[in-house]
C-alpha cells in the first residue's frame, strides 16, 4: 500500500511499542522493518537514516524521524489524538510525560539479573501504586469524565493503558485499589481500534523474552563498541 508508515526496530517492545500502540489507536496501517543483524543497522547508520544513531526510526510523510517523542508528538497531532488546543495539548504531555516516567522503570526490565528483576518488580510496582496511579485515579474522579483530557480520546489515553497492562504483567491485581482506573482500563479497552490491537494477531508485541534481549545486544554491540573507544 502506497504511503504505509514504516518502522524500524526490533521484533519487540523496547521503545517503538508506544508508537505501535499510537498509530493502532489512530486506525493507521503500517509496515515494519526488524533490526537483526548488525549489517542491517550499520546500512541505516551508513545511509544517514538515523540522525542520532538510535532506533526507532520511523518512515512518514516524506521524513526519516527519529527520536520517540517527536515521532509520538506528530502522530498525535496528525491523526487529531493531541487535543483541540494549547492547554489541552499542555495537558496531554504532562500526562504523557507521567506515563514516560512509570514506564522507564519497566523498559530495562528484560535486561536485568533474575535477582535483580525481582528487586525491580518490586520498584514498579511500588512507583505504580503510591506516585502515578493515584495521581490518575484523581484525575478521573476529578473531572468525572471518560477520559483524562477535554473528554476526548487521545495520545494521553492509550499511553496510560499501555502502562497500565504493563504494570499488571509484573502484579495481576495492581488495580484492586483504583475503582477509577479498573472502569478506564474497560473504557478505553473497548475503543474499536484498541480492540483490535488487543487481539492475537495484531502488531502488538509480546512481554520481550530472551530471544528480543539476545538479538538486541547483537544487534547494538557493534555500535557501543565503537561509541566505548
Request: charged share 30%; hydrophobic share 40%; net charge neutral.
Amino acid at each position: 500500500m502506497a504511503g504505509k508508515l514504516k518502522l524500524y526496530y526490533f521484533d519487540g517492545r523496547g521503545k517503538m511499542e508506544s508508537i505501535r500502540w499510537l498509530l493502532a489507536a489512530a486506525g493507521v496501517e503500517f509496515e515494519e522493518e526488524f533490526l537483526e543483524t548488525q549489517e542491517q543497522y550499520e546500512k541505516l547508520l551508513q545511509g544517514g537514516s538515523l540522525l542520532f544513531q538510535q532506533v526507532p526510526m520511523v518512515e512518514v510523510d516524506g521524513m526519516k524521524m527519529v527520536q520517540t517523542r517527536a515521532i509520538l508528538s506528530y502522530i498525535a497531532a496528525k491523526y487529531n489524538l493531541y487535543g483541540k488546543d494549547l492547554k489541552e495539548r499542555a495537558l496531554i504531555d504532562m500526562y504523557v510525560g507521567g506515563t514516560d516516567d512509570l514506564m522507564g522503570f519497566i523498559l530495562m526490565f528484560p535486561f536485568l539479573s533474575a535477582e535483580d528483576k525481582e528487586k525491580q518488580r518490586a520498584v514498579i510496582v511500588q512507583k505504580a501504586t503510591s506516585w502515578y496511579f493515584p495521581a490518575y485515579e484523581k484525575v478521573l474522579k476529578d473531572h468525572g469524565q471518560d477520559f483524562l483530557v477535554g473528554n476526548n480520546f487521545s495520545w494521553a489515553d492509550v499511553h496510560l493503558l499501555e502502562a497500565i497492562l504493563m504494570v499488571e504483567e509484573k502484579k495481576s491485581d495492581v488495580l484492586s485499589g483504583f475503582p477509577q482506573l479498573q472502569a478506564f482500563k474497560a473504557r478505553i479497552s473497548s475503543i474499536p481500534t484498541i480492540k483490535k490491537f488487543l487481539e492475537p494477531g495484531s502488531q502488538r508485541k509480546p512481554v520481550p523474552d530472551d530471544k528480543y534481549v539476545e538479538t538486541v545486544r547483537r544487534v547494538l554491540r557493534m555500535y557501543y563498541d565503537i561509541k566505548a573507544n
